[in-house]
């Protein structure tokens, strides 16, 4: 079974960063695509970030510019970087991860979620 753990998320005020990390924890044939996500109170689950595994990028408008979203094959991990928060960027955030498992199961992965909070 394939789970990814999460952390970095917290509280901190606009204008500053946080770092998310999602890892799987279990040996896998292949990571795919990986993204984050978030939900904010009332609100649907919207794309924050992805990046493929050949490394190409897509973002969300709302936060070119300020986050950037990176892999480590290797550590079988996916960062997401955030800077210059704002408190519209307030919600959990939740890495979803596309793998093919050592059985050769295609597996869409979701982690736990994380809770940022930005203080205005």
């Known amino acids: 079974q394939v789970q990814l753990v999460e952390s970095g998320g917290g509280f901190v005020q606009a204008g500053g960063s946080l770092r998310l990390s999602c890892t799987a924890s279990?040996?896998?044939?292949?990571?795919?695509?990986m993204g984050w996500y978030r939900q904010a109170p009332g609100k649907q689950r919207e794309l924050v970030a992805v990046i493929t595994s050949g490394g190409s990028t897509n973002y969300a408008d709302s936060v070119k510019g300020r986050f950037s979203i990176s892999r480590d094959n290797a550590e079988k991990t996916v960062y997401l970087q955030m800077n210059s928060l704002k408190r519209e960027d307030s919600a959990v955030y939740y890495c979803?991860?596309?793998?093919?498992?050592?059985?050769?199961?295609?597996?869409?992965?979701w982690g736990q979620g994380t809770l940022v909070t930005v203080s205005s």
């Open positions: 279990s040996s896998i044939r292949s990571l795919n695509t």
């Open positions: 979803k991860v596309d793998v093919v498992t050592l059985l050769y199961r295609s597996l869409e992965v």
